[in-house]
């Protein structure tokens, strides 16, 4: 059962071999920095040139291998600084909006991602090359 204004995320991740990946230098990115208060609550402030976008995120059980319900409530900058003040664990990532989907550049992780519409949308994409084994 999907919870109330909840919206359908499918999913698809993978890891990336760094010697397989374009040029970013010109690639639009994103600075993310998360505190996860649980394993599906999250706490997430996005810079992308010039702006700043603050949310809470949960998200729900998987209903299949690829989709499971989210919710997202967008924050005050006040707010997020309230909820950061909570226990959790803090996680600082690059996102790179390539190929369709993105690329998330961690301390210690190459992911890259792609949502879907459909499952059989999600079911027939064939990733990029840099994509290697499926999360």
């Given at each position: 059962?999907?919870?109330?204004?909840a919206?359908?995320?499918?999913?698809?991740?993978w890891?990336?071999?760094?010697?397989?990946?374009?040029?970013?230098?010109?690639?639009p990115?994103?600075?993310?920095?998360d505190?996860?208060i649980?394993?599906?609550?999250?706490?997430?402030?996005?810079?992308?040139?010039?702006?700043?976008?603050?949310?809470?995120?949960?998200?729900?059980?998987?209903?299949?291998p690829?989709?499971?319900?989210?919710?997202?409530?967008?924050?005050?900058?006040?707010?997020?600084?309230?909820?950061?003040?909570?226990?959790?664990t803090?996680?600082?990532?690059?996102?790179?909006?390539?190929?369709?989907?993105?690329?998330?550049?961690?301390?210690?992780?190459?992911v890259?991602?792609?949502?879907?519409?459909?499952?059989?949308e999600?079911a027939?994409?064939?990733?990029?090359a840099?994509?290697?084994?499926?999360?």
């Amino acid at each position: 059962m999907t919870p109330k204004y909840a919206l359908i995320e499918i999913e698809r991740r993978w890891l990336v071999d760094a010697d397989q990946l374009p040029d970013l230098s010109e690639v639009p990115v994103s600075e993310i920095e998360d505190r996860y208060i649980s394993v599906n609550l999250r706490v997430r402030k996005v810079t992308r040139v010039g702006a700043v976008t603050y949310k809470m995120t949960r998200k729900y059980e998987f209903l299949s291998p690829l989709s499971r319900p989210i919710t997202n409530l967008y924050l005050a900058e006040e707010e997020y600084h309230s909820l950061m003040q909570l226990p959790g664990t803090n996680i600082h990532k690059r996102r790179y909006h390539i190929e369709g989907g993105a690329l998330d550049v961690g301390d210690c992780y190459l992911v890259f991602e792609h949502e879907f519409s459909t499952q059989e949308e999600a079911a027939s994409y064939v990733p990029p090359a840099f994509a290697g084994q499926e999360l």
